[in-house]
T-cell receptor, first 112, second 117 residues
Framework: ELKVEQNPLFLSMQEGKNYTIYCNYSTTSDRLYWYRQDPGKSLESLFVLLSNGAVKQEGRLMASLDTKARLSTLHITAAVHDLSATYFCAAINTGTASKLTFGTGTRLQVTL | DTGVSQDPRHKITKRGQNVTFRCDPISEHNRLYWYRQTLGQGPEFLTYFQNEAQLEKSRLLSDRFSAERPKGSFSTLEIQRTEQGDSAMYLC???????????????FGQGTRLTVV
């Protein structure tokens, strides 16, 4: 059974600082997703990572995938308050028709 | 059609009542998923449709839960005899079939927040 773990669960950081969120998954996965969720809202897709070594960047966020280590990272550069949200990674188990298994999420709070 | 639409957005119901939620996926998406999210947790898979066929159901989906997608377009999720433990956000997502090409990225609706009192 595919399991996805994220750490940290909660992250408080100052504006302008850098930090990394880690996502480990337990079995082979076709691809890895990162989503953002604001309080009371739905999930917004950030990145889809398809292969080993994949790196994608959008603004201050950069995601990478190491399939050998079963690890994905979401790196935040020079955080700003608008990035405050909960970030989820999700993996797909090979052959399960794109059913997503989510991590428990990382609640990011960026303080002034 | 700009995205996945869910109705209602909020539902408060008394324990023991039945509730039904609706999801309208992105029109060209063959696949439709239901997830449940409780406070402080990630979404958990409930069930999946390929067109009108329900192909997978989670063990989380008790006999009180039923989902349909009668014409392969919109879907409904019904919960019978609601319990307080059913209180959660119910999320619907859709994605294209892999045979149609492209990445099978799932797009989520705004969710239906259910409160059972």
């Amino acid at each position: 059974e595919l399991k996805v773990e994220q750490n940290p669960l909660f992250l408080s950081m100052q504006e302008g600082k850098n930090y990394t969120i880690y996502c480990n998954y337990s079995t082979t996965s076709d691809r890895l997703y990162w989503y953002r969720q604001d309080p009371g809202k739905s999930l917004e897709s950030l990145f889809v990572l398809l292969s080993n070594g994949a790196v994608k960047q959008e603004g201050r966020l950069m995601a990478s995938l190491d399939t050998k280590a079963r690890l994905s990272t979401l790196h935040i550069t020079a955080a700003v308050h608008d990035l405050s949200a909960t970030y989820f990674c999700a993996a797909i188990n090979t052959g399960t028709a794109s059913k997503l298994t989510f991590g428990t999420g990382t609640r990011l709070q960026v303080t002034l | 059609d700009t995205g996945v639409s869910q109705d209602p957005r909020h539902k408060i119901t008394k324990r023991g009542q039945n509730v039904t939620f609706r999801c309208d996926p992105i029109s060209e998406h063959n696949r439709l998923y239901w997830y449940r999210q409780t406070l402080g947790q990630g979404p958990e898979f409930l069930t999946y449709f390929q067109n009108e066929a329900q192909l997978e159901k989670s063990r989380l989906l008790s006999d009180r839960f039923s989902a349909e997608r009668p014409k392969g377009s919109f879907s409904t999720l019904e919960i019978q005899r609601t319990e307080q433990g059913d209180s959660a956000m119910y999320l619907c997502a859709s994605s294209p079939d892999t045979r149609q090409g492209g990445v099978t990225e799932a797009f989520f609706g705004q969710g239906t927040r259910l409160t059972v009192v």
